[in-house]
């Protein structure tokens, strides 16, 4: 976002007038000095003499004020893109019991960029009072320069010599307004080099992702879900969920499965907590999802959305949240049961390979499927007893596909956990042991699927127009 914005901006403000007035100040450097010359080449002379120290001082700034350029830049990027984090990724913030973490993370962020902002101010306040000291000095060396006895040698005289004096002021006046304007300039050049950065960036090629598992957790038998009477809904006397009633057994996958506007997704912002039922209870191993402690999150929940929303860091870091409590090992042993750890270990630095380059010109850009199978291994991580999915494989290839469905598997075999899916198709629906139809609101039909089919209700007539071909997922007008 900052490269496409604050940088592009301060290249426009380059073209747009920066340009123009370093040029304005260039021409009127090169006059006043074609001034100087026709008045006394000798002083002149003298003048061009104390040019190089000049320049060594502004080459000096330059590298100065260009590095703090480049540090603020890349250091705004950076905060720009853990505001965007923050702002397009809440469902996986609040799931993951992760607020007071991205307030620290964000506080020090915050802090590289006040700290960066600072110091490039401060370069910049810097210049016109150094210069100005610089050139008063200039003056008195050449005043000492040019004392009677050389006044003699150059046979100048002395309204000659305060003449030249002032247009020596006046040389100075371009020299300080192009200096400023050489900070644009800086700031300009550091966002072009983000900018190409970003242009040189290789095309991303696919990885081929396989999994295998061995051994698991076994949980004793007991009902991991319970929904009770539960109403809910956005707005005041319009409820979009109309006293549902749900309870899973542990080791079961139930597939939620209704028209656009059922009530399917408020169902799973409810289950992962993100809103509070206007009506009923909603129990994950017998606590409210609301209630839940950050610390006991994880163990109990664990949601995989639509799209693998990627934090900026390393793939440990976007598995762990910044949960310093969790190991490597568990972090290596869920990559291996989502299949992430085929790709990951290509990786140059393994698991401690930044993925997402934040504003920062860096970092290895993933495919959809990688991304949804490093989503699925985050949720994993925490062993979680409950694995909530918003049609995860909805966008993924066949390969990304497979390895869920084995990810799942030991979920539901080994672990004795439960699987919840969004199915936005009947395909995927067709995995879970039970489905529930959902329609206006309400549980209208729930069961196996092949007892739904046979039983020709609301899922069989959905089945018959997904494998006819047809979208079934938006709602009917009557």
């Not at 002395?158 to 800086?186: C, H, K, M, R």
């Not at 190409?196 to 991303?204: K, S």
């Not at 957790?217 to 109309?242: C, I, K, N, Q, S």
């Not at 209704?258 to 409810?270: M, P, Q």
Request: negative net charge; glycine residues 8%; charged residues 20%.
């Amino acid at each position: 976002i900052s490269r496409c914005t604050a940088d592009m901006e301060t290249i426009d403000t380059l073209f747009s007038s920066g340009g123009i007035s370093l040029l304005a100040e260039s021409v009127r450097l090169l006059f006043t000095l074609g001034a100087m010359i026709a008045l006394s080449l000798p002083l002149s002379l003298v003048l061009i003499l104390t040019l190089p120290l000049l320049v060594i001082f502004s080459r000096r700034f330059q590298i100065l004020m260009r590095g703090a350029q480049r540090a603020l830049r890349k250091d705004t990027g950076v905060l720009n893109a853990h505001l965007q984090e923050i702002l397009t990724r809440p469902e996986v913030i609040k799931v993951f019991g992760w607020e007071f973490r991205i307030v620290q993370r964000f506080r020090r962020v915050l802090a590289d960029t006040l700290r960066a902002q600072n110091r490039s101010i401060a370069y910049g306040a810097m210049y016109d009072p150094l210069f100005k000291i610089f050139q008063a000095a200039l003056v008195a060396l050449f005043l000492i320069a040019t004392a009677s006895p050389v006044l003699e040698i150059f046979h100048v005289s002395i309204g000659t010599l305060i003449a030249f004096i002032l247009l020596f002021d006046q040389f100075f006046g371009p020299l300080i307004s192009i200096g400023n304007e050489w900070q644009v300039v800086q700031g300009a050049l550091a966002g072009l080099e983000r900018i190409f950065e970003v242009l040189a960036l290789p095309a991303d090629e696919g990885q081929t992702i396989r999994a295998s598992y061995r051994g698991g957790v076994t949980r004793p038998e007991r009902v991991l879900v319970e929904v009770e009477g539960v109403t809910f809904g956005y707005a005041e006397d319009r409820p979009v969920l109309r006293e549902i009633s749900l309870r899973v057994d542990a080791g079961f996958h139930v597939a939620i499965v209704g028209r656009t506007g059922a009530g399917k997704s408020s169902l799973f912002h409810l289950l992962g907590g993100l809103y509070r039922p206007w009506k009923g209870c909603i129990r994950l191993e017998g606590k409210d999802p609301n209630e839940i402690h950050s610390s006991d999150r994880r163990r109990i929940l664990g949601t995989v959305p639509q799209s693998g929303w990627m934090f900026s860091g390393s793939v440990a870091e976007n598995l762990t949240l910044w949960d310093d409590t969790i190991s490597r090992d568990a972090v290596e042993k869920a990559g291996h049961i989502s299949g992430a750890d085929t790709f990951i270990e290509k990786f140059s630095s393994g698991y401690d390979t930044t993925i997402s380059d934040a504003g920062r010109g860096q970092g290895l850009q993933l495919s959809a499927g990688e991304k949804q199978l490093l989503a699925l291994t985050r949720a994993l991580v925490g062993d979680p007893s409950v694995l909530l999915l918003d049609e995860a494989t909805a966008a993924v290839d066949s390969a990304t596909e497979a390895a869920f469905k084995r990810a799942l598997r030991i979920q539901l075999e080994e672990r004795q956990g439960v699987v919840i899916t969004i199915a936005h198709r009947i395909s995927t629906a067709m995995e879970a042991n039970c489905i529930v139809v959902l329609e206006d609101g309400r549980i209208v039909e729930e069961g196996a699927p092949d007892d739904l089919i046979q039983n020709g209700g609301p899922f069989a007539a959905l089945w018959v127009l997904e494998n006819a071909g047809w979208d079934w997922r938006e709602k009917q007008k009557g």
